[in-house]
């Protein structure tokens, strides 16, 4: 019986010469292309049959005519996908922003030589079919924005070459699993609207250079672990709307690199670490909504890129840092609803980009500086319900730039300016009311013909005015 079959072999083997298995193979990979075809309905394929290599969409290799790429998106497609499973040598497939439905093929995880799979916004449901994790050659799996439901099936667990791994924006339960700690090549693991559990492994970024972590919208807790920031490469950190508290790590400090740090809407506690300075790349910087407290530490002021600093609704006390004048790129700058107190920081007013200030709901206590817009182009003004003093200044009208202007809930005095009529852009809303204001009303608000919402009440003011 063994010598029958072993004589078979030798007999098949010298049958067919090398060429033939190649055109076996061949027309094997265009019976496949033909059917797959037809069945989603690819247009495009199969009027110049001699030559499948060269169809919309497929790459083939070089030193014989074998499936290696086949790139489907955005073409609109539904049905079975199944039978790309016998394409065999593929290394890249990419079936993204298609109709498809229904689960992903099992006999996906034939594919062994998969490098690539990108099967991100269709309709697909179900779980994960454990078979994947066969595909140990895989380095980007992309199953985002699908309908996937069920855990992160400990069968990937094998997939030791994945670098980017992506399943954000589908159903998915249960914990993140430890093993994603041991991915050694993972560079991206972005998780985030789904179901998602538990605390972020303790191990992540440990053993791998990871650069984007996005877990946003989800139900995690537990602190962050100090393994993400430990090799210093991390560059964007997404965390917002979660239930994750604890202190933020002083080892953030260890990635220079890191350019965007959102962790708004959780309970982290603590103060701000000093080594905030220390992230030079840092442009966004959002952590609002959360249980921090302490003085909002001037060390922000040696990151020289930072645009956006958001420390809404949280706890800080103090004044605002002068170092702050220093950051030259700042366009929004939110610090509402905390217990911040003294003058108006005139140092940022002098950044030349800023575009949002907002101080309301705080202590501030100071007054308005005449120098409000001198260098600014500020569109929204936000210092409502603090307990600023004072006059308003005619040179608020060089706020040229204003949409919005909050000053409610303060104690202000004297007369409204006229030259607030002038702020011709002014349209979400001008609020002057619960102040100490008196005198006329000035003729010139009637100018302001683009305003929405206009609120001077609970003052001592008189007279009327005619909108133009
Ligand atoms: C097949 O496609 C190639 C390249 O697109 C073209 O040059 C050739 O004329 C086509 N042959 C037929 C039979 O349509
Ligand atoms: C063709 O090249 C691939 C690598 O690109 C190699 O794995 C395969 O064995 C080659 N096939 C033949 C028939 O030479
Ligand atoms: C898709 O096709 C395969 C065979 O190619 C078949 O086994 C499977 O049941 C089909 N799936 C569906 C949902 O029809
Ligand atoms: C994978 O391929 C083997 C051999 O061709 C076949 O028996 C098996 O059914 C395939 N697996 C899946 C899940 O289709
Ligand atoms: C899916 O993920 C891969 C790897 O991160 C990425 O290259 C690809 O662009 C993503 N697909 C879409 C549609 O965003
Ligand atoms: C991760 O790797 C470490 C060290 O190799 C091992 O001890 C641990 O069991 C692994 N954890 C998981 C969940 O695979
Ligand atoms: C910031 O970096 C400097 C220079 O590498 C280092 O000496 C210092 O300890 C770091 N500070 C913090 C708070 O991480
Ligand atoms: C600031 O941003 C610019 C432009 O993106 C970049 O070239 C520069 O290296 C950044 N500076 C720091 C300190 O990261
Ligand atoms: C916020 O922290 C303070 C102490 O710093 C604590 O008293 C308070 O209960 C915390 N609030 C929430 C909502 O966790
Ligand atoms: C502003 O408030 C702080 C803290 O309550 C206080 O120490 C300071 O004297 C006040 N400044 C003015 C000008 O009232
Ligand atoms: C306004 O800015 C200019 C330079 O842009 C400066 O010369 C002038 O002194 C500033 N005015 C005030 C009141 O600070
Ligand atoms: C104006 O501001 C005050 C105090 O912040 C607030 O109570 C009031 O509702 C605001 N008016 C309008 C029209 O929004």
Redesign the pocket.
């Known amino acids: 019986m063994a010598l029958s079959s072993l004589f078979t072999t030798l007999l098949i083997g010298l049958l067919l010469s090398r060429s033939q298995l190649v055109i076996a193979q061949l027309s094997h990979d265009q019976t496949i292309l033909v059917s797959v075809g037809k069945e989603l309905g690819v247009s495009g394929w199969g009027l110049n049959s001699s030559d499948y290599c060269s169809w919309p969409g497929i790459g083939c290799s070089s030193n014989n005519s074998m499936v290696e790429r086949l790139v489907l998106s955005h073409r609109g497609l539904q049905g079975n996908v199944t039978l790309i499973s016998e394409l065999k040598a593929l290394k890249w497939l990419d079936l993204s922003y298609n109709n498809l439905d229904g689960s992903i093929p099992p006999a996906f995880g034939n594919l062994s030589r998969l490098e690539f799979l990108d099967l991100s916004a269709n309709k697909f449901g179900s779980s994960i079919p454990i078979e994947l994790g066969s595909l140990r050659n895989l380095r980007a799996l992309n199953l985002s924005n699908n309908l996937l439901t069920g855990e992160i099936p400990d069968e990937l667990e094998g997939l030791e070459n994945l670098q980017d791994f992506q399943i954000f924006t589908n159903r998915l339960i249960g914990s993140i699993p430890m093993w994603v700690g041991n991915l050694t090549n993972l560079i991206v693991f972005t998780a985030y609207e789904n179901g998602f559990s538990g605390k972020i492994p303790d191990n992540l970024g440990l053993v791998s250079e990871l650069q984007l972590l996005n877990l946003h919208s989800n139900q995690l807790e537990g602190s962050i672990p100090e393994s993400i920031f430990s090799t210093g490469k991390l560059e964007f950190l997404v965390l917002t709307l979660n239930q994750l508290a604890g202190n933020l790590p002083e080892l953030i400090g260890n990635c220079r690199g890191l350019s965007s740090i959102r962790i708004g809407n959780n309970k982290f506690i603590g103060s701000i670490p000093k080594a905030i300075g220390n992230v030079s790349s840092l442009t966004y910087f959002e952590a609002d909504n959360n249980n921090l407290s302490g003085e909002i530490v001037s060390e922000f002021s040696q990151c020289s890129n930072l645009t956006l600093l958001n420390l809404a609704s949280n706890g800080f006390t103090g004044t605002i840092p002068p170092e702050f004048g220093q950051l030259t790129n700042l366009q929004e700058f939110i610090v509402s609803g905390n217990s911040l107190f003294g003058e108006i920081p005139t140092s940022i007013l002098r950044s030349k980009n800023l575009n949002k200030l907002d101080l309301?709901n705080n202590r501030f206590n100071g007054t308005i500086p005449e120098t409000i817009c001198n260098t600014s182009r500020l569109q929204y003004l936000l210092l409502?319900?603090n307990s600023i003093r004072g006059d308003i200044p005619h040179q608020i009208g060089d706020c040229v730039k204003l949409l919005e202007l909050?000053m409610?809930?303060n104690y202000l005095t004297g007369s409204i300016p006229p030259e607030i009529g002038h702020i011709k852009n002014l349209q979400i809303?001008l609020?002057l009311?619960?102040n100490h204001l008196h005198g006329v009303l000035p003729p010139d608000l009637g100018r302001l013909d683009k305003l929405v919402?206009l609120?001077v009440s609970n003052n001592q003011l008189t007279g009327t005015f005619h909108l133009h």
Request: hydrophobic share 15%.
């Open positions: 309301s409502g319900q909050q409610g809930s809303a609020n009311s619960f919402s609120d």
